[in-house]
C-alpha cells in the first residue's frame, strides 16, 4: 500500500496516526529502520518531514532521499544527534531483540523535543500462544529465533516513566484497511498478504506513545 493515499484518513492506521500527528517540516528518527520499508511508507505519508534513522545493520541506499542514517548498536552506542532535537521517534520490532533496554530509553528521551513523542511496537503477549506458522512467517513469538523476550505494554511504560517520559495512549497496532481483508484471503495459500491480514485482524502487535514533558 501506497501510504500517500492515507494522506486524507490516516487514522485507519495505528503507525501512520502517529506520523500524520508530527509538526510540519518536523523531525522523525526511525530506530531500528532495517530496509526502510516502513520508512518510506513515512515519507510519503509526510514529505516534508526530515528523516534519520539508525540500526546495528540496515540498508540506509533504500531509505528515502536525505535521510541521516547512522549504523549502531543500541545495547552499547549512543547516537550521534543533539539534545533535544527530534520531534518524533518510531522504534518498532526492535525491544523484542534486546536484553538490556536501558540505554535506547535514556537515548530517546535526551533526543526528544520538550513534548515530543515515541512510539513503540512490539509482539502482544498473546503471540506466545499462538500456533507456530512453520515457515517464512513470525506467528507465535518464537518463530522469530532473534527475538529475546515480550516486552509488555506495562513493562513499556515502566521504561518510559524511569526515564521521564509520560505515557499517552497505549492500544493494538492495526491497519483496518488490511484487517478487513482477512476474511477475503482466509482460503488463499499462505503468502504474504494473507499473513498480514491475519496479523491485523488478530491484533499481533501492541504500542505505546510516549511523551516528553
Do not use: Q
Not at 528518527?29 to 532495517?34: E, K, R
Not at 509526510?46 to 534519520?52: A, E, I, Q
Not at 517464512?136 to 529465533?145: G, S, V
Amino acid at each position: 500500500m501506497n501510504w500517500v493515499i492515507l494522506r486524507k484518513f490516516p487514522w485507519v492506521d495505528t503507525r501512520a496516526r502517529f506520523v500524520a500527528n508530527t509538526p510540519r517540516n518536523g523531525t522523525l528518527l526511525d530506530i531500528g529502520a532495517s530496509d526502510g520499508e516502513t520508512l518510506n511508507h513515512f515519507a510519503e505519508l509526510r514529505p516534508d518531514l526530515k528523516f534519520f534513522a539508525t540500526d546495528i545493520a540496515g540498508s540506509p541506499e533504500k531509505y528515502p532521499a536525505g535521510t541521516e542514517f547512522h549504523r549502531g548498536n543500541l545495547e552499547r552506542d549512543a547516537l550521534p544527534w543533539r539534545d533535544n532535537s527530534l520531534d518524533a521517534i518510531t522504534c518498532m520490532h526492535l525491544v523484542e531483540h534486546l536484553r538490556d533496554h536501558a540505554l535506547l530509553f535514556s537515548e530517546i528521551s535526551r533526543l526528544l523535543k520538550p513534548k515530543g513523542r515515541a512510539y513503540f511496537e512490539t509482539p502482544h503477549s498473546k503471540t506466545l500462544k499462538l500456533p507456530s506458522a512453520e515457515g517464512r512467517f513470525t506467528l507465535n513469538f518464537f518463530d522469530d529465533p532473534t527475538h529475546v523476550d515480550v516486552v509488555t505494554a506495562i513493562r513499556l511504560a515502566e521504561l518510559s516513566a524511569a526515564n521521564g517520559l509520560r505515557v499517552a495512549k497505549t492500544g493494538i497496532s492495526r491497519n483496518l484497511i488490511f484487517a478487513a481483508a482477512w476474511p477475503f484471503y482466509f482460503f488463499c495459500g499462505p503468502n504474504r498478504k494473507r499473513f498480514t491480514t491475519l496479523i491485523h485482524w488478530i491484533g499481533w502487535s501492541t504500542y505505546l506513545i510516549a511523551e516528553k514533558p
